[in-house]
């Protein structure tokens, strides 16, 4: 592992990467860009993504979900994008899926718990902020008195509202077991 | 499905105008821990361009760019802490869409009013400039030209602009943006006081036990005060009280011990309401009010600063615009005046709305008594929710914690009392109260009058960038003030033009009217920023006129103008700004401006040098104009005394007014101050003057022995100086004015002395009017005046029936021309949405995020719905922030004034909400 990340910041470096070989000789990109869309678990797959047309990514009401890019290991497979907007489970995905199945832990819209990183917060590091406050839509986000935010975790989903407005990118989903 | 149309609807609203700016250095994230990379940083002090609080930032350059800012540790106001705002002062300059050219509307090669923006040389602009300008000056005269100016303004560009204005182009046609901010707050100061400003600080904010907010959201609109204010609390849960008195429940109302939502309008009662409890329960602090205070009132009918013909209406604003003449009482503003619901009252003060006089206390008394807490109550209360009962006593509270005799009290406000049909009214009604009680002036207690702009008091009151002002308090009307500032000024006597000019709102109905043919705009928006602006997009574009528009982006206003001049941002140049603590602070160029933008300072001085004095300084025509002293509708040519002084008719603006002979003995370049800082203006006009620096220290003896004293120019640069608060005397900051162990110009043995100058002999009368001929002196005294409930002359009804006010939000500076440039705000807010109560929602099948019309008698718009959130409306009332050009919130606010104050009511247009 160690190997091929020095051998593409190599490849970065001497311009391999912007060649076709360099791009197959070095498969950059394995970690998943994003959580998988919600009820898709089981039905998407190395094999039967590869050649589907993208049908989840089209129907997406938020325009979402997007597809891994074809020089990442996982090419094809839809993954969720927060950063222009969050999940409404509204199931469009699920009915385009030409490889819909079932899956029975997916009992209720669930995708995780957001999780707040302190360390990036700007309300955390003292700066007044407060631009997450509208974003939850069932109003979980809430500030102490002084002024520091935190997300009650109860009935989070993990939609990824809140993402979408952090000006310090500080919020994340922690994709519960199910999802 | 209604998610999607939420986010295609940002995105297209936002596309115009919010770039991203890509690429940009990070700012403090890197400034929090040293690294290798930060050793060939460059660190100086500066402030912050946003708000009034006045924020210490310390700026990190290399290589000539901003490369990092982080809250000034050592500035006693911020103390390190910034606001997510402030944090991002540092990547304001780099937005994508910054203009670097002159751009000029052209066909053929040509100007054309109706041609398209064109890039051309700085010569060629200020050709066109020129031609127009002289072709409306030499028409209409020095009242058919203006500058609409702001509180954005550095104190040197204030001071330019109005002496170049003033002394040169004898016009008084200048007003800043800052009228819509604080001009009630400053009327009410004059009226109480005879001096502008407060007289109290941020200290107080640590002194104090009680703070109580009007009007004022302090946590989202003055968040580093709040910090201040809530860490007070923190550390004193019981002992120090917080109360919130505000028209939707908000951010504030958050840590705050009691929240009293109340009806637009209202609290005018509210006060009195106070008022008559002092009263009754013998809490005057007869001493204090004795020996330092007399009792005023004014007249009633003063109008609501519309205009007065409907000519210009659209067909849907006649009927509320008709008020301007005359009004029917309705039950409760019958009771509020004593007179009979349903008296018809013609509005006849609307020309002297200012007008007072003194009365004696038996009349305050029966002034307040019709304000009884059943009274008030019933009329004020906001939320329909709430129990009568509940709100009773929480007014009831509101009364004990003012009067509390050991207590110390801080009223804090901002827009909802400045931006408001009785402004300057209910501005005065709170120093009634602090007054009444003795509770003002001392550590700890008085009532503060919060800013929203970065030098609003600094610049545009203390400079005096107002159509009626001179700089250090003086007034263009009295001919002692101009006397002096003449003489200072070395300018012959009667340059000076006596007629107050247009105020802002009146400058863009002239532009409508016809009366005013040349405009320019300069630090600030307003054809975003000023209500019903419908009417001011088309008077700019479809009249005869001439608009320029200094801008560093193409904001609403760049793109209706004629001609676009490109202009240096904050860090690009020398400037000083004056917070609301009368705190003024200074800062160096760090970096120089993109392409050909150039300094507000380099553009006044370098256009300048186009006016020779025999061109504006020989007889002119002043319609209206009647002085003592001047022939009725005439400036006299002052060409032969100018002579006598020994200028040339061929002498220009520049040489005159500028360059002259003290002012280029300051000498560019002045290293000692420097210390390795470049600065552009001196480069471009490269005749080996510092203009900053000799124009600031011209400027601050207009204030230097009366009572407005600032330091030098070279002590505010000074690293160990973090700002001063004037008045400064023998190098000493003052923290509270009028108070002799404080305030060197209090008189010895006075205990107080309210030594301000304005408005100190008045004739004396009862509630009604004035009864007496001669006049009084009150030298050495503050007023504390009886105003009345007067209801607010656009109210919800059947048709439009909701309340809809204007404000901000914590992430977006005004029209956001620069906070929407950062990209990290812009994610956080992208657009303007509309905050509505759930159940007001329901009952229009709305829900959250469904995009829906808000529509006024003036024009509608377009807004994302919001239910939940950080503002929680009552039923009935709405709010949505003005930043976003794409969500034209302007369009649909009425264009009432304050009378007395001309200050734009923002808070109160009625209007309804549907499916988009």
């Keep these: 592992m160690s190997d091929s990340i020095d051998k593409s910041r190599r490849g970065f470096f001497t311009g391999k990467l912007l060649t076709r070989e360099g791009r197959e000789e070095v498969k950059v990109q394995v970690k998943r860009l994003g959580l998988i869309p919600p009820g898709l678990r089981l039905s998407i797959s190395a094999s039967n993504c590869q050649n589907c047309a993208g049908n989840c990514e089209k129907i997406c009401p938020q325009k979402i979900i997007k597809l891994h890019p074809e020089s990442h290991d996982l090419a094809g497979q839809p993954y969720l994008d927060f950063n222009n907007n969050g999940c409404t489970f509204c199931s469009e995905c699920n009915k385009a899926c030409p490889n819909f199945t079932t899956d029975p832990l997916h009992s209720r819209p669930d995708l995780g718990n957001a999780f707040l990183d302190q360390e990036k917060c700007y309300a955390w590091l003292n700066i007044t902020c407060m631009s997450c406050m509208n974003s939850c839509p069932v109003d979980l986000i809430k500030f102490n008195k002084k002024r520091k935010p935190s997300i009650s975790l109860k009935s989070c989903n993990g939609c990824g509202f809140c993402i979408t407005n952090c000006p310090a990118s500080a919020i994340n989903i922690n994709p519960t077991a199910n999802s | ?916």
């Excluded at chain 2, 770039?19 to 050793?39: C, H, K, R, Y």
């Excluded at chain 2, 019933?378 to 129990?387: I, Q, R, T, V, W």
């Design chain 2, 1 to 916: 499905m209604l998610e999607v149309n939420r986010r295609e609807f940002l995105k297209s609203s936002v596309a115009a105008s919010a770039a991203a700016t890509v690429g940009i250095p990070l700012t403090a994230v890197q400034a929090s821990t040293t690294s290798e990379a930060e050793q060939d940083w460059q660190w100086d002090k500066s402030v912050c361009r946003f708000c009034g609080t006045g924020c210490g930032i310390m700026v990190a350059t290399k290589e000539g760019r901003i490369v990092a800012t982080k809250g000034d540790p050592d500035a006693p106001v911020n103390r390190g802490l910034n606001c997510i705002k402030g944090y991002f002062n540092g990547k304001i300059m780099y937005g994508k869409d910054r203009l670097t050219k002159p751009l000029l509307r052209m066909t053929d090669g040509k100007f054309d009013k109706n041609g398209k923006f064109k890039a051309v040389s700085w010569d060629r602009a200020f050709d066109e400039m020129e031609k127009q300008f002289k072709r409306h000056y030499n028409e209409k005269g020095p009242a058919g030209i203006s500058i609409t100016g702001s509180g954005q303004y550095t104190i040197p560009e204030g001071y330019a602009a109005a002496k170049l204005m003033k002394a040169g182009f004898r016009s008084n046609n200048i007003d800043p943006n800052a009228r819509h901010c604080m001009a009630s707050a400053v009327v009410a100061f004059i009226q109480t006081f005879g001096i502008d400003e407060p007289s109290g600080c941020y200290d107080d904010i640590g002194l104090t036990d009680t703070v109580i907010t009007w009007g004022a959201n302090m946590a989202e609109c003055h968040p580093i005060l709040w910090a201040r204010v809530s860490d007070r609390k923190i550390a004193d849960e019981e002992g120090y009280k917080l109360i919130n008195l505000t028209t939707c429940s908000n951010q504030t109302s958050d840590i705050a011990d009691v929240e009293i939502v109340f009806k637009p309008g209202t609290d005018l009662a509210l006060f009195n309401y106070i008022g008559r409890e002092i009263v009754k329960r013998n809490a005057v602090n007869h001493d204090f009010v004795d020996k330092h205070c007399v009792f005023a009132t004014g007249p009633y009918d003063i109008g609501y600063g519309m205009r007065a013909t409907s000519k210009y209406a659209f067909d849907a604003e006649k009927d509320i615009q008709a008020k301007e003449l005359e009004i029917t009482l309705d039950k409760d503003e019958a009771i509020a005046q004593r007179k009979t619901a349903g008296m018809k009252v013609k509005q006849k003060n609307t020309k002297k709305p200012v007008k007072h006089w003194m009365i004696e206390f038996e009349e305050f008394k029966k002034g307040v008594e019709p304000y009884t807490l059943d009274y008030v109550a019933e009329l004020s209360k906001g939320d329909p929710d709430e129990s009568m009962e509940d709100y009773k006593k929480k007014l009831q509270i509101l009364a004990d914690t003012y009067i509390e005799k050991n207590r110390k009290v801080v009223s804090f406000w901002t827009m909802g009392m400045n931006q408001h049909y009785r402004g300057s009214w209910v501005n005065e009604q709170v120093y009634m109260v602090h007054l009444l009680l003795g509770k003002q002036a001392m550590p700890g207690n008085g009532a503060f009058s919060l800013t929203g702009q970065p030098s609003a008091c600094g610049t545009a009151r203390e400079v005096g960038t107002f159509a009626h002002r001179l700089p250090a308090d003086l007034v263009v009307a009295n001919p002692k003030h101009r006397a002096f500032s003449e003489n200072l000024w070395k300018l012959p006597a009667k340059t000076l033009n006596p007629k107050v000019g247009t105020h802002i709102m009146k400058i863009l109905r002239s532009l409508e009217d016809g009366k005013v043919g040349f405009n320019w705009v300069q630090v600030n928006n307003p054809f975003q920023a000023s209500a019903n602006a419908n009417h001011w997009i088309k008077a700019a574009r479809e009249m005869d006129n001439f608009i320029v528009c200094s801008d560093p982006y193409p904001t609403v206003s760049a793109k209706v103008a004629d001609l676009i001049l490109p202009t240096s941002m904050i860090y690009e140049k020398w400037g000083l700004y004056g917070n609301a603590e009368r705190r003024t602070q200074g800062w160096r160029q760090q970096v120089n401006a993109p392409g050909d933008a150039r300094t507000d300072v380099w553009q006044m001085l370098e256009f300048s040098k186009r006016f020779k004095l025999k061109e504006v300084w020989g007889e002119k025509s002043i319609p209206g104009l009647k002085s003592k002293g001047f022939e009725d509708g005439k400036l006299p040519s002052v060409l032969a005394e100018a002579e006598a002084m020994g200028y040339s008719p061929e002498d220009t603006l520049y040489d005159v007014l500028f360059a002259h002979k003290e002012n280029k003995k300051v000498a560019w370049p002045d290293e000692a101050v420097a210390k390795g800082h470049a600065n552009s203006t001196s480069d471009w006009l490269g005749d080996g003057w510092f203009p900053e620096k000799a124009l600031f220290n011209e400027y601050r003896q207009f204030g230097v022995g009366h009572a407005h004293d600032l330091a030098d120019f070279d002590t505010y640069m000074r690293d160990d100086v973090r700002g001063l608060r004037w008045p400064v005397v023998d190098g000493k900051e003052t923290m509270w004015r009028f108070n002799e162990e404080y305030d060197s110009y209090a008189a010895k043995g006075s205990g107080f002395d309210f030594y301000g100058k304005a408005l100190k002999a008045l004739k004396t009368g009862n509630l009604d009017k004035p009864t007496s001929k001669g006049k009084t002196k009150l030298a050495h005294k503050a007023k504390i005046f009886f105003r009345p409930y007067a209801a607010p002359p656009e109210q919800p009804d059947n048709n439009y029936d909701l309340w809809f006010s204007t404000g901000r939000v914590i992430e977006h500076w005004h029209t956001g021309t620069m906070t929407r440039r950062v990209p990290e705000l812009h994610r956080a807010v992208p657009t303007a949405v509309l905050w509505m109560h759930p159940d007001d929602a329901g009952k229009r099948n709305l829900s959250r995020n469904d995009i829906v019309w808000i529509e006024s008698r003036r024009g509608k718009i377009k807004a994302v719905l919001e239910t939940q959130g950080r503002n929680r409306p009552p039923k009935g009332y709405t709010f949505a922030p003005f930043f976003d050009e794409g969500v034209f919130v302007n369009k649909i606010c009425i264009d009432m004034t304050c009378p007395m104050s001309k200050e734009t009511d923002f808070k109160k247009a009625a209007v309804k909400v549907y499916k988009a």
